[in-house]
C-alpha cells in the first residue's frame, strides 16, 4: 500500500459521514479520485452555486469566503491545507454553496465527483445507510 494511499484514507476519515466505512469501503472511495491542480488565485467553488463534487487538498492552501445577506463583501472564514477538505455536502445534498473557496497559491487536489460517488452508493447499500445515519445526526444537532 503506497503512503500516498494511506495518507488518503487517513484524511477520508476526518469526513465525519466517512468516518465509520470500513477500509474496503475507503479504498474503493480513494480509487475514484481524480487529481487536479489549481492555479493560485483560481475560484474551486462559488457561494450559491449546486456543487457536485468533493475537494481533499493535497499540496498548497485555499482560503473560505463567506458573504452574508446579499450585500458587502465576502468576508474570509477559514484557511485549509494538505489533509483539509472542503465541498463534502454536494456528495449528498443538492443545497447550494455555502461558501466560495479560492486557491491561495498552486494546488493540488484529490476530488470525488458526485456522479462518481453515486455509483459507488448504489452497489454498496451499506455505504448509503452510514452515510444516511451520520446526515441525520448531523441535520438534528443543527437545529
Do not use: C, H, W
Not at 9 to 26: H, I, N, P, Q, T
Not at 34 to 59: C, N, P, V
Not at 119 to 134: F, Q
Amino acid at each position: 500500500m503506497s503512503d500516498e494511499f494511506s495518507r488518503l484514507r487517513e484524511a477520508l476519515k476526518k469526513v465525519d459521514f466517512f468516518y465509520s466505512l470500513s477500509m474496503g469501503y475507503l479504498d474503493e472511495l480513494i480509487r475514484a479520485l481524480k487529481k487536479r491542480k489549481a492555479a493560485k488565485g483560481e475560484e474551486l467553488i462559488k457561494q450559491g452555486e449546486i456543487g457536485d463534487k468533493f475537494y481533499l487538498i493535497s499540496t498548497g492552501e485555499v482560503s473560505v469566503y463567506v458573504k452574508k445577506g446579499g450585500f458587502g463583501s465576502p468576508k474570509k472564514v477559514a484557511t485549509l491545507g494538505p489533509g483539509d477538505f472542503f465541498g463534502e455536502m454536494a456528495l449528498i445534498t443538492d443545497l447550494p454553496r455555502a461558501a466560495t473557496v479560492i486557491a491561495e497559491e498552486p494546488s493540488e487536489f484529490f476530488v470525488l465527483y458526485k456522479r462518481d460517488f453515486k455509483k459507488i452508493l448504489m452497489s454498496n447499500p451499506k455505504i448509503a445507510a452510514i452515510i444516511n445515519d451520520v446526515l441525520s445526526k448531523r441535520r438534528a444537532s443543527n437545529r
